[in-house]
């Protein structure tokens, strides 16, 4: 029995929704495995940019700081595409402030879900791979980066910018999680063209040499793009810089049948194998997919990817890997029953609610 506190941040669309989908599938594990998850709420992205009152952002770093973990909607939409602040600043701000360099995204085929995917079912079955994904650094965060106006036209630069300290953790990350599984990492990288990929892979061929057991390989982004589409289950764990992660998880991610499906876990420092009740590492986790303005609010969004990063959340932060097994078995269970939200139900089948597919989730865990 144990108190755990974590800050739950919304955001914008379906954000809200899927959010406290999750919230009530922790519930439910609290009430059945005898835990207290308190939580505390607080305006992020566009709708604190609408509202005067919402806490500034140092506000909010400071109170997931204290949490144990965070859970985080999404962020953005068209309405503030011109806003003075970007709504993303809120989710790239916090990745920076908590030092969340790993981004975890696992890629996986839940079985029956082939038939979602809109690649060919005998490419597709048997997908089970990891995306790690360098956070806070890269091109999203490399100096300079500005816009400005010569006479000849506007300008603008962003810089892919990596240390060898920065790209010494990532590997470590991505060959520890290789330890837990089948022992293959991908590294991904463009070193034909640019100069930081050759630093890159240089550090990766380094830190292979502590890691024996592990076979590494490289593969250039454009052609990693390609085999994610005709072998992916070829692959085990992939680990990547931030702007290649963010493209190749939304393609891997998408191959399972739905974006609307993947967790993923942000944390400070590497994830250890094994169950136990230690406190592990700081995190944050967040669905993948965005914030669907086109669907807000008319309970479809799926809260699957939502659900699956609390289950995260148990394992990685709380250290509670059972309970992060309940969720994850009432995943599967809530799928195999048949359980389609709308982006993933074939044309013309019956969609269920967002509230229906957390109701069996919420169900499945009750009676495990
Ligand atoms: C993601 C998102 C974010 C990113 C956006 C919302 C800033 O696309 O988590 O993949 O680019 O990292
Ligand atoms: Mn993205």
């Not at 920076?96 to 079985?111: D, E, S, T």
């Amino acid at each position: 029995m144990a108190t755990f506190d974590l800050l739950v941040l919304p955001g914008d669309g379906i954000g809200v929704e899927v959010t406290s989908a999750a919230q009530r599938v922790l519930d439910t594990v609290g009430r059945r495995f005898k835990h207290t998850f308190r939580s505390a709420s607080a305006a992020v992205g566009g709708v604190s940019i609408d509202n005067p009152g919402a806490p500034p952002r140092a506000e909010t770093t400071a109170l997931a700081r204290k949490a144990d973990a965070v859970l985080f909607g999404a962020v953005g939409g068209p309405k503030w595409d011109d806003a003075p602040v970007r709504p993303e600043a809120a989710i790239l701000g916090l990745r920076k402030a908590l030092g969340l360099f790993a981004n975890i995204r696992p890629v996986k085929i839940f079985p029956g879900m082939e038939e979602a995917s809109p690649v060919k079912n005998d490419r597709v079955n048997g997908v089970d791979l990891i995306i790690i994904r360098e956070l806070t650094g890269g091109l999203y965060y490399g100096k300079p980066k500005r816009r400005w106006t010569t006479k000849a036209g506007r300008q603008g630069v962003d810089a892919m910018r990596y240390s060898e300290r920065e790209v010494d953790r990532i590997m470590r990350t991505a060959f520890e999680l290789a330890r837990t599984r089948s022992r293959r990492v991908t590294s991904v990288d463009k070193a034909n063209v640019l100069e930081v990929s050759r630093m890159w892979r240089e550090v990766a061929n380094d830190v292979a040499k502590d890691y024996p057991d592990v076979t590494l390989e490289h593969q250039l982004v454009d052609s990693c793009a390609m085999l994610l589409v005709t072998r992916p289950a070829s692959f085990d764990v992939l680990v990547m810089g931030n702007m290649f992660g963010d493209i190749l998880s939304d393609e891997a991610a998408v191959i399972t049948g739905s974006l609307g499906m993947l967790p993923s876990a942000s944390l400070a420092g590497l994830p250890r194998s094994g169950g136990g009740r230690r406190r592990a590492v700081r995190g944050l986790y967040e669905p993948i997919h965005g914030t669907a303005p086109d669907i807000a609010g008319q309970s479809k969004a799926n809260p699957l990817g939502a659900i699956l990063s609390a289950a995260f959340m148990l394992q990685y932060s709380f250290g509670l890997a059972e309970e992060a097994h309940v969720v994850n078995a009432a995943v599967e269970g809530a799928l195999a029953e048949g359980l389609r939200t709308a982006d993933l139900a074939p044309a013309g089948a019956r969609a269920v609610s967002t509230e229906q597919m957390t109701d069996a989730v919420a169900a499945g865990v009750e009676a495990a």
